[in-house]
């Protein structure tokens, strides 16, 4: 498939090869044996597909997912019987179904009730769930990146992230762990590459999973982006000598020393003084 902005299954999507966001972090952070390893589909992943589709494409919601009745059971002849009439639907717990509808309903809120225009925006204007796919002119590798949403027009990338606690105090330190300014300086470098112009908006819709459903946006700082570049740009340098040499490799052979944390270091260091 030609360099480009796509609309692709998100199974074919995943089932690509090339350089993403995902694979890179973990080839960064982990090594290159554990990017290459397949990873299962685990809950989390699962109940994340569905929370989008119920924020971005809530049509395409109810055409793929069935709430199962509050109380009913698998085990009686009338839960057995439901489940049957809907096996062509992905069954979402009663009260998981609640909790989705009450995140998107608290995101559009937020959104509508901001001063700001722009924020208003994020998700009437663009379209949800796009794939890039270019080729780096550096390395010659490539790559990959979905959007949740996207508006071309305003080049504006959002991406929604759930979590426990939006505050940011929290949502920073999950930021920089989970590499979320990889992903902003990822994708923001890769619409750049494909259409020639440049972009640098990224804003982050932080959701609370549970009530109160608090709702805080957040836009990529030029620090964190920069971050991030320098990060891919690393993991993409290791990336293509693996690819070039066919060796994948995982930790180090040499017995390294294990110390404290360092928060403990610290609190002793404390005392002794």
Partial sequence: ????????????????????????HTLLVESPAHAMTPREETQALYDGQ??????????RYEQKYVAKPEGMKFTTK???????????????????????????KAIRAHLAAHEDPVIQSLLSDGEPELSALWKDPSTGVDC?????????K?????????????????????????????QAAWYLYGLTQITGV???????????????????????????????LLRCSRAMGIYKECLESGNWPCYLAEVQELGLPGYVTRQNQGIIE
């Fill in 78 to 104: 009338d839960g057995i019987a439901w489940r049957d009439n809907h096996n062509h639907l992905k069954i979402i717990e009663y009260e998981k179904d609640q909790n989705f509808r009450a995140m998107a």
């Fill in 1 to 24: 498939m030609d360099q480009g902005i796509y609309r692709i299954p998100a199974d074919e999507y995943h089932d690509m090869e090339g350089a993403s966001k995902s694979f890179l």
């Fill in 198 to 228: 440049e972009h640098k908006a990224f804003y982050f819709i932080a959701c609370e999973k549970e009530p109160p459903y608090g709702v805080i946006v957040y836009k990529a700082s030029e620090e964190m982006i920069l971050h991030g």
């Fill in 144 to 152: 990959r990146a979905r959007f949740d949403w996207l508006n071309q």
């Fill in 154 to 182: 305003s080049r504006i990338i959002t991406d929604l992230k759930s979590c426990l606690v939006a505050r940011s105090n929290k949502f920073t330190n999950d930021a920089y762990t989970y590499g979320y300014d990889m």
């Fill in 50 to 59: 569905a929370i989008h589709y119920m924020i971005f494409e809530p049509l």
